[in-house]
């Protein structure tokens, strides 16, 4: 079983949708992070969260440690949010970092 | 605004030849890693260093890998004697923070 897992792989949503991706993870970590890679490969980090929730303009990230669960949420969907989405953990007292599978969005005009 | 730099940007290789993968990371940062990304799967966490040495090693890191910090700026990686399955995208980052990554270096051993 990964230790991190997201949901879903892939999506493809509409110009203005709200859309939700979600990340479960198994192992004691320290921080989580949502990353965003273009499809000309460049990784972008867009939070790292140990607790609660954050917002960068329409981007919203949430964290349950408890549940080990986390989501990204996009308001009002546009094109140029196509791209993979990355969730990865940093695993509590090690400096590894565990990435998942991606889920690949697709907001289409 | 600072960026983390990669050089090359594209390497072909032989197999069995030494590469050496190089990153300019943020000059005030003080944890760097390298990940690498075979084409169609997930980012792998390869290696993690800080303090001028390593800190967390990944599985895939044996020991045809190694990493330097030879003159407190670049970071590199170096994988002695390539294999084809070495062909992949190699990302560098640094993290004082938040962490920046590296645009990755594609390499492709034939």
């Known amino acids: 079983k990964n230790e991190v897992e997201q949901s879903p792989q892939n999506l493809t949503a509409q110009e203005g949708e709200f859309i939700t991706i979600n990340c479960s993870y198994s192992?004691?970590?320290?921080?989580l992070h949502w990353l965003q890679q273009h499809p000309g490969g460049g990784i972008v980090s867009l939070f790292m969260l140990s607790s609660g929730k954050k917002k960068h303009g329409r981007l919203i990230a949430t964290i349950n440690i408890q549940e080990k669960h986390s989501s990204l949420h996009i308001t009002a969907s546009h094109p140029r949010d196509s791209a993979v989405y990355i969730c990865?953990?940093?695993?509590?007292?090690?400096?590894?970092?565990?990435f998942g599978p991606g889920t690949s969005l697709s907001v289409i005009p | 605004e600072p960026e983390v730099t990669q050089t090359p940007s594209h390497q072909v290789t032989q197999m069995g030849q030494e590469v050496i993968l190089r990153c300019v990371p943020i000059s005030n940062h003080l944890y760097f890693y390298w990940y690498r990304q075979i084409l169609g799967q997930k980012v792998e966490f390869l290696v993690s260093f800080y303090n001028n040495e390593i800190s967390e090693k990944s599985e895939i890191f044996d020991d045809q890998f190694s990493v330097e910090r030879p003159d407190g700026s670049n970071f590199t990686l170096k994988i002695r004697s390539t294999k084809l399955e070495d062909s992949a995208m190699y990302f560098c980052?640094?993290?004082?923070?938040?962490?920046?990554f590296g645009p990755g270096t594609r390499l492709l051993v034939l």
């Open positions: 192992v004691g970590i320290s921080a």
């Open positions: 990865a953990v940093l695993k509590t007292s090690y400096d590894k970092v565990i």
């Open positions: 980052a640094s993290d004082g923070g938040t962490p920046r």
